[in-house]
């Protein structure tokens, strides 16, 4: 396995357990999202399943960004909030697929495309406006 | 990791000039020892289809334009697809075959994106084609809901 492709995958992989975690987090949190976490965890539950079968190495060593207290510390209160957060969840998982994009070729290159669309239309959903180049830094 | 664009729009910006200048340059075939001569390495010659690919993806743009000056297209909407436009040189144009409401023309613009992401060489090509695609996805998402 191509060193970079890895790294990257496993990046975009913990990016995916992050939200795994988060969503049900949020929507337990705020009542007013709690549909709407349930589908985003679902939707990053299929994909981090995904990754994990792409990634052939070790993953016992991926964690996710957030510990449990460091989210507990972020303020989700509102529905506003939880949004922003989910958006800026979004925005980081479209950088970790587009830095698969760059380090992969083929089908994971394929899937890391696919995957960037899909966090930018999450990003539409938690109330964001359209950006011209997701994953890119402005 | 983060890729900037502004990063990409300096190379690929670069690659279309280089482009550019190349036509006369190979034409007196001084192009390696010209660019030395100046202290600039010589700039591997762009391949012809990304080219093509970039040409197609302003020619869409143009079109999505020209859409969204006709309907109500929300403001973000609208600088998305400007800021798409500065990305990709006048001097590459190519015809558009965009069609439809403006939602179904964003998405289908956008597949044609993604799908060009696959076939281009220059990584920084393939990284803006799949970023313009995601851009457009949420372009249809935004003129969807509105």
């Known amino acids: 396995m191509n060193g970079m492709r890895n790294s990257t995958l496993l990046a975009w992989l913990a990016l995916e357990r992050e939200a795994v975690w988060f969503y049900p987090f949020a929507g337990a949190r705020v009542s007013g999202v709690a549909d709407d976490a349930r589908t985003a965890a679902a939707s990053h539950r299929r994909t981090r399943d995904r990754l994990l079968s792409l990634v052939k190495d070790d993953t016992t060593t991926v964690r996710p960004s957030y510990d449990v207290g460091t989210l507990d510390s972020v303020d989700l209160d509102s529905i506003d909030a939880v949004s922003i957060a989910a958006r800026d969840l979004e925005q980081r998982i479209q950088s970790a697929c587009l830095a698969v994009v760059a380090s992969s070729d083929g089908d994971d290159r394929g899937d890391a495309i696919a995957g960037l669309r899909t966090a930018s239309l999450a990003e539409i959903a938690w109330s964001g406006e359209a950006r011209a180049f997701p994953g890119m830094r402005d | ?146």
């Open chain 2, 1 to 146: 990791m983060v890729v900037s664009r502004r990063a990409f729009l300096v190379g690929g910006g670069g690659v279309v000039l280089v482009a550019g200048g190349v036509g006369a340059l190979v034409a007196t075939d001084r192009l390696d020892d010209t660019l030395r001569a100046v202290g600039v390495e010589p700039h591997p010659e762009p391949d012809p289809g990304d080219l093509r690919l970039a040409a197609r993806a302003r020619a869409d743009t143009d079109a999505l334009l020209a859409m969204a000056s006709s309907t109500d297209a929300p403001p973000d909407v609208v600088a998305v697809l400007q800021r798409h436009r500065e990305a990709v040189p006048a001097s590459l144009m190519d015809t558009s075959a965009v069609s439809g409401d403006m939602a179904d023309a964003c998405l289908a613009v956008a597949d044609a994106r993604a799908a060009d992401a696959l076939a281009a060489v220059s990584v920084d090509l393939v990284q803006v084609l799949a970023s313009m695609a995601a851009g457009l996805a949420q372009c249809s998402a935004r003129v969807a809901a509105a």
